[in-house]
């Protein structure tokens, strides 16, 4: 390589560094000034805040509590989350992308890599400016004072489908104290299919970027890819039609 793919570390580097600390310096500051965190008064066994929000780093765990169950928010999908992340760059093969991570070589890890990333923050995001008294959404012009009246109850996805299509409650089978239905079939279909779907379209229609892949690599980094994309689509089904769980077994629900 001649002196030309080279740079100085001073003062190219150096300045690109200084100029990206005084910008996260600035950033910091600014924040610190429109949010500021002022020590309260003790804490009091008689006195529960409202709401009780946890360190801001560890919001996104507890806005996730809001759309999922607590083992499925709080140990599951983090670490399918961090896991994904983690291997992104690893599962790319592309051998022009190693030692530098530049996005015309590494598009789909980098676009990857960022929507998960963006997701937790906008997580965080939301648990600090917009949950208020009882975990409601707050916008900034309503009276964070106020408590706001209580809406419609969530339902399963299946009562929804069941309700909707006029099947029968009477359970197919019954396991122990859960009866699974048609409608709970039907969910069963919607699930496995969202999976199958996910999976089919880059294997028919990208096949360049399965063969680039290989077998294993591929079928790894879709089911974190799918399972990552599914934590804002349940999210956007319990905004918009209230539903709480997509799948009801009796082991897990969803």
């Not at 690109?16 to 600390?21: D, K, Q, R, V």
């Not at 529960?48 to 607590?70: I, R, S």
């Not at 990333?117 to 997580?123: D, E, K, N, Q």
């Amino acid at each position: 390589m001649g002196p030309e793919d080279h740079v100085l570390v001073w003062p190219n580097l150096v300045y690109i560094e200084l100029i990206s600390m005084l910008v996260a310096t600035a950033v910091l500051l600014f924040l610190s000034l429109v949010s500021p965190a002022p020590l309260e008064e003790l804490a009091s066994a008689d006195t529960t805040p409202n709401p009780t929000k946890a360190p801001w780093y560890f919001l996104g765990l507890q806005e996730l509590l809001v759309y999922f169950d607590p083992w499925l928010a709080g140990v599951v999908l983090p670490s399918l989350i961090i896991v994904g992340l983690v291997l992104l760059p690893y599962i790319d093969p592309n051998p022009r992308g190693k030692g530098y991570y530049t996005y015309s070589e590494r598009k789909f890890a980098v676009l990857g890599f960022c929507f998960g990333l963006a997701l937790w923050y906008i997580l965080i995001v939301i648990g600090v400016w917009f949950r208020g008294l009882d975990w409601s959404w707050y916008w900034p012009w309503d009276n964070w004072k106020a408590h706001k009246p209580i809406t419609g109850g969530l339902v399963d996805l299946e009562v929804v489908i069941q309700n909707t299509l006029g099947l029968p409650e009477a359970p197919l089978v019954t396991l122990g104290r859960y009866g699974v239905t048609i409608a709970n079939l039907i969910t069963w279909a919607l699930f496995l299919g969202y999976y199958a779907v996910g999976f089919s379209i880059p294997f028919l229609f990208m096949r360049k970027f399965y063969n680039s892949l290989g077998f294993v690599r591929y079928n790894l980094m879709m089911f974190l890819f799918l399972s990552m994309l599914g934590v804002p689509l349940k999210i956007y089904l319990r905004l918009l039609a209230s539903i709480k769980y997509v799948l009801v077994t009796p082991w897990f629900k969803i």
